[in-house]
């Protein structure tokens, strides 16, 4: 039978499975959203915003592309101005950028390499250096690496995956922190496997597994503070870190297997994002959204 991709009307070869996504890899981590196929949803288009976040300054890690454009585009629609930081994907941040200034609101570039301390404490000097201060700060950057067996996990890729997946996340916090006042927010982008686990994904799982726990200690540790903190555990979400990471065949699958039978896009998390960084969530901290097509887990 002729299968055709799911809401992008493209057909392929006839097959028993759905079919996701159009075959495809790329061999560089996180990967671009520019050579993609095709391009992830970054905004909800009929959504318009109303000043939640007006005057905020946003620092967003992973901001070019995937879930990380999705949250500072909404962000700059709700009235923040927004720094990202991001590896290399020089052309994704242009576009990320000039959407932003489209809508009205400042947009500063960081390109740097957040596993070291020096480059975290950097991107968080960077921004208020600009912006004159710091009101919410995402921790949203991550890479993965899957193997067949965790005899297969060398000892370099095991330090990569932690030292890129939440090292970061205390850097940057520790750097932030002095900035932030009384009603700030951190939210950081933990994923489903820090509740399922996966087989193939052992090492970045325990990397989420760690986020989620840091998340709930932290909060605990700056609730007299006023600052809250709280997580976001996407399912499979089409970014660029998925054809960087799969072959093109799992790719083609990638997400059929949620409740809903596909992978979100990456707009469709950007809500959660915006609650946890505004006025609605003030009595929110030390929690979790999860936003997973479906699959039930237990907190």
């Known amino acids: 039978m002729n299968i055709t991709y799911p809401y992008y009307g493209q057909k ?3 097959r028993e499975q759905p079919i996701a996504f159009p075959p495809q890899h790329q061999d560089r981590q996180p990967g671009l959203e520019s050579l993609m196929n095709p391009r992830p949803l970054s905004e909800n288009t009929e959504v318009c915003g109303s000043g939640k976040l007006k005057g905020k300054i946003a620092l967003i890690t992973g901001g070019d592309s995937g879930i990380g454009k999705a949250a500072a585009i909404a962000f700059a629609k709700e009235g923040a101005d927004v720094a990202i930081a991001y590896l290399y994907e020089d052309s994704d941040a242009e576009v990320t950028q000039r959407r932003i ?24 000097e960077h921004t208020v250096a600009v912006f004159g201060k710091l009101d919410i700060l ?11 067996s965790v005899l297969d996990i060398s000892e370099k890729q095991l330090y990569q995956t932690f030292q890129t997946n939440i ?9 932030a922190l002095p900035h ?3 009603g700030a927010a951190i939210i950081n982008t933990a994923s489903i496997t820090a509740y399922q686990g996966h087989k193939e994904l052992i090492d970045y799982a325990s990397t989420k597994g760690a986020i989620v726990t840091f998340t709930r200690s932290l909060a605990l540790s700056l609730a ?17 870190l998925i054809p960087s990471s799969f072959s093109a065949e799992e790719v083609s699958l990638f997400g059929t297997d949620t409740p809903l039978k596909r992978a979100a896009q990456p707009y469709e998390l950007a809500g959660a994002y915006v609650y946890l960084a505004g006025p609605d969530s003030t009595y929110v901290t030390g929690a979790c959204i999860h936003v997973n097509g479906g699959d039930m887990v237990t907190n």
């Open 138 to 148: 995402v921790n949203n950057h991550a890479v993965q690496y899957p193997q067949q």
């Open 180 to 182: 932030l006042s009384r």
């Open 224 to 240: 007299d503070s006023g600052i809250r903190v709280n997580t976001v555990a996407p399912g499979p979400v089409w970014t660029p």
């Open 101 to 124: 200034e489209e809508l009205g609101q400042r947009c500063l570039r960081i390109r740097t390499d957040l596993r070291y301390k020096q480059n975290c404490t950097g991107a968080v």
């Open 167 to 175: 090292f970061p996340f205390f850097f940057l916090t520790q750097a």
């Open 12 to 14: 392929t070869v006839c």
